[in-house]
């Protein structure tokens, strides 16, 4: 069983999102809608993506990762935070 499988329902239901949000894109540019709108809703479909991959790679670490201790989950806590920090900029 995978790390996600609790929350799958969950992802796929971001990632139809994600893709929703695409499809609009297209239309946006066969409109031939605002430049400006258009990379707005660019970044809220990228931004989208990277919180779904944040949050698999989470449930990735708390399910792959054996044997965890207390300090093991501060551990793993604080290298989300970093990755989530680092996927924002």
Same mark, same amino acid.
């Given at each position: 069983m995978r790390? +996600? +499988?609790a929350d799958k329902d969950d992802v796929l /239901? !971001? *990632?139809r999102r994600v893709e929703g949000q695409v499809r609009g *894109?297209? !239309?946006m540019v066969e409109e031939d809608q605002y430049c400006i709108n258009i990379l707005t809703q660019i970044s809220a479909a990228?931004? /989208?993506l990277k919180k779904v991959g944040v949050g698999l790679l989470e449930e990735?670490?708390?399910h792959c990762i /054996?044997? !965890?201790t207390e300090?093991? !989950?501060d551990m793993i806590a604080e290298a989300i935070a970093a990755v989530d920090r680092l996927v924002k900029s």
């Amino acid at each position: 069983m995978r790390g +996600y +499988y609790a929350d799958k329902d969950d992802v796929l /239901a !971001r *990632l139809r999102r994600v893709e929703g949000q695409v499809r609009g *894109l297209q !239309r946006m540019v066969e409109e031939d809608q605002y430049c400006i709108n258009i990379l707005t809703q660019i970044s809220a479909a990228s931004n /989208a993506l990277k919180k779904v991959g944040v949050g698999l790679l989470e449930e990735h670490m708390r399910h792959c990762i /054996a044997n !965890r201790t207390e300090k093991d !989950r501060d551990m793993i806590a604080e290298a989300i935070a970093a990755v989530d920090r680092l996927v924002k900029s």
